[in-house]
């Protein structure tokens, strides 16, 4: 696609349940972006992908809380047991890679909204 | 310390104001700047990019650099009503992640 594509666009859980939010980059850029962003804050970095390299994961606010990213392309950000604090809006963002002019600029998704009951 | 600071506001203007946002950063390494704006319940999108140092243009944006001082802004001159929106510094350095500001919430009165 032409965009960062992020599904779902809403999620209501309920707490204790585990969750599965899913990012698509925009095809080509080996660098993926998580963010957590809570109303009316600023972005909370999560964790970051670059190309092979392995994942800085050093955003993760607990062990609850993973991602992978498949193939170079596709990326999960999976939540476990699923606390009231977790209700957040999940940004996930690309760039083409990390170092040159431009190359730095961030694209990003529109979000997938999730609110723990 | 955070790597990167930027006082998050709120900040209200008339309609017409100059804006001037700011940040400061600790990383002599960055050499890469940007600014992104985000409208509420929507992805931030980028505003403004710039390598080093100095000044660029873009319409009613002007993004500045001092690399000496560690020290970005943005300004917006003839603010509108439509320019309400947070905005977010962000750099980074050759081969690292990008790193943000906390953002800083622009309300522009008509």
């Known amino acids: 696609g032409a965009g960062v594509s992020q599904s779902p666009s809403n999620k209501v859980t309920e707490k204790g349940k585990d969750v599965e939010l899913r990012c698509d980059p925009i095809s080509g850029h080996t660098a993926l972006y998580w963010y957590r962003q809570s109303l009316g804050q600023g972005l909370e970095f999560l964790i970051y992908?670059?190309?092979?390299?392995?994942?800085?994961k050093s955003g993760l606010p607990s062990d609850r809380f993973s991602a992978e990213r498949t193939g170079g392309s596709v990326s999960t950000l999976t939540i476990q047991r699923t606390q009231q604090e977790d209700s957040a809006v999940y940004l996930c963002?690309?760039?083409?890679?990390?170092?040159?002019?431009?190359?730095?600029?961030?694209?990003f998704g529109e979000g997938s909204w999730l609110t723990v009951v | 310390q955070k790597e990167v600071e930027q006082d998050p506001g709120p900040l209200s203007v008339p309609e017409g104001a100059i804006v001037s946002l700011n940040c400061t950063y600790s990383n002599s390494a960055f050499q890469y700047f940007m600014w992104y704006r985000q409208y509420s319940r929507k992805g931030p999108e980028l505003l403004m990019y710039t390598y080093s140092s100095g000044n660029k243009e873009d319409g009613r944006f002007t993004a500045q650099v001092d690399k000496s001082s560690k020290y970005i802004s943005l300004f917006i001159r003839d603010s509108q009503p439509s320019d309400s929106a947070t905005y977010l510094c962000?750099?980074?350095?050759?081969?690292?992640?990008?790193?943000f500001g906390a953002g800083t919430r622009l309300f522009v009165k008509a």
């Open positions: 963002a690309s760039s083409l890679r990390t170092g040159g002019n431009s190359g730095n600029t961030i694209y």
């Open positions: 992908f670059q190309g092979n390299s392995a994942p800085d």
């Open positions: 962000a750099m980074s350095a050759r081969g690292f992640k990008t790193i």
